[in-house]
């Protein structure tokens, strides 16, 4: 299978812990970007990378996620000191630079809850 | 302001009865507008990206068209595997951001 993968695929964690979520995007794209999702909206950005850069944050985005994409391949991100509004479905997706858009590929989702 | 809605928020069809949901935005510089089909529980999954006015796509009982300020999904002859929320969302120029905007989406559910 060649598509985005994201691990782990359920996380359930106690309010005030750290959580550290996996995504592999698809070998030759990339831009990598990272959602959230709630029950019954549409995906929410985060953040984004090309290669190994992140260029943009959102303003909403609190100072306690931070992501990485080392070496521009896979990315990790983590949210310190959870809280219980984290609980969402986070996803990842990529895409490959063409022309004036991209189109993304979204993994499977991780499920977090915070207790 | 939602700059890009979807409507109906839910809509119920009998197998075989076709019907459209609407994507309508307020973006200005539309780059591209793309229509994903969510499953429960699961990640989006790509159907259509359309770039221009008047341009129409089609994959098996979808199309989509494209105009000024609204898409729309076609769904003809629907049947229960069809069933899902389908999320619409818009690029546009702002800073030479790649940044998607997505609607809520419309729940569809297919009955047998």
């Known amino acids: 299978d060649t598509g985005v993968s994201q691990d782990p695929r359920h996380k359930i964690t106690k309010r005030g812990q750290n959580v550290t979520f996996r995504c592999d995007p698809i070998?030759?794209?990339?831009?990598l970007y990272w959602y959230r999702q709630t029950l019954g909206q549409g995906p929410e950005f985060l953040t984004y990378?090309?290669?190994?850069?992140?260029?943009?944050k959102s303003r909403l985005l609190s100072d306690r996620f931070s992501a990485e994409r080392p070496k521009g391949s896979f990315s990790t991100l983590e949210i310190q000191r959870t809280e219980q509004g984290d609980s969402a479905m986070y996803l990842c997706?990529?895409?490959?630079?063409?022309?004036?858009?991209?189109?993304?590929?979204f993994g499977p989702g991780t499920r977090l809850t915070v207790l | 302001e939602d700059q890009v809605t979807q409507s109906p928020e839910a809509l119920r069809l009998q197998e075989g009865e076709s019907s459209s949901l609407n994507c309508s935005y307020t973006v200005s510089g539309l780059r591209g507008l793309f229509w994903y089909r969510q499953d429960p529980g699961k990640g989006p999954e790509f159907l259509f990206t359309?770039?221009?006015a008047g341009e129409e796509k089609e994959k098996e009982r979808l199309k989509a068209t494209l105009t000024k300020k609204e898409s729309f999904l076609h769904i003809t002859a629907p049947k229960p595997e069809d069933s899902a929320t389908y999320l619409c969302a818009v690029q546009y120029s702002s800073g030479g951001s790649y940044i998607p905007t997505f609607g809520r989406g419309t729940s569809l559910i297919v009955h047998p």
């Open positions: 359309l770039y221009s």
């Open positions: 997706a990529s895409a490959r630079t063409s022309g004036a858009t991209d189109t993304q590929y």
């Open positions: 990378f090309q290669n190994e850069a992140q260029l943009e």
């Open positions: 070998s030759e794209h990339n831009r």
